[in-house]
Nanobody, 122 residues
Framework: QVQLVESGGGLVQAGDSLRLSCAAS????????MAWFRQTPGKERIFVAA????????EYEDSVKGRFTISRDSANNAVDLQMNNLKPEDTAVYYC???????????????WGQGTQVTVSS
């Protein structure tokens, strides 16, 4: 079992930066691929970024490439999402997720946080 708790969401203006954090507990953090997904009302939860167990491989959704960076801190059992040059279309609830194998789909992830709201005003 893995418990995930996100933090760092908020209201920002277009062009601003925001850093989301996800604290993991309950099991061996290094065993899991960690990922961020996002969801807007009435739409499916979609993949944003993922990082491999040892941090040497990352994957990003096309619209965030070059703007978002995912990283993990194994000493503190945490994964961060640095979001730069935010756009109004980045507005969503952002979820942290954990899985044994990297994937792009929600059904590939076993554990989820409760989500944190990010709102980007124009």
């Amino acid at each position: 079992q893995v418990q995930l708790v996100e933090s760092g969401g908020g209201l920002v203006q277009a062009g601003d930066s925001l850093r989301l954090s996800c604290a993991a507990s309950g099991s061996t953090f290094s065993r899991y691929v960690m990922a961020w997904f996002r969801q807007t009302p009435g739409k499916e939860r979609i993949f944003v970024a993922a990082i491999s167990q040892n941090g040497d491989y990352t994957e990003y959704e096309d619209s965030v490439k070059g703007r978002f960076t995912i990283s993990r801190d194994s000493a503190n059992n945490a994964v961060d999402l640095q979001m730069n040059n935010l756009k109004p279309e980045d507005t969503a609830v952002y979820y942290c997720a954990a899985a044994k194998i990297m994937g792009l789909w929600t059904n590939q992830y076993d554990y989820w946080g409760q989500g944190t709201q990010v709102t980007v005003s124009s």
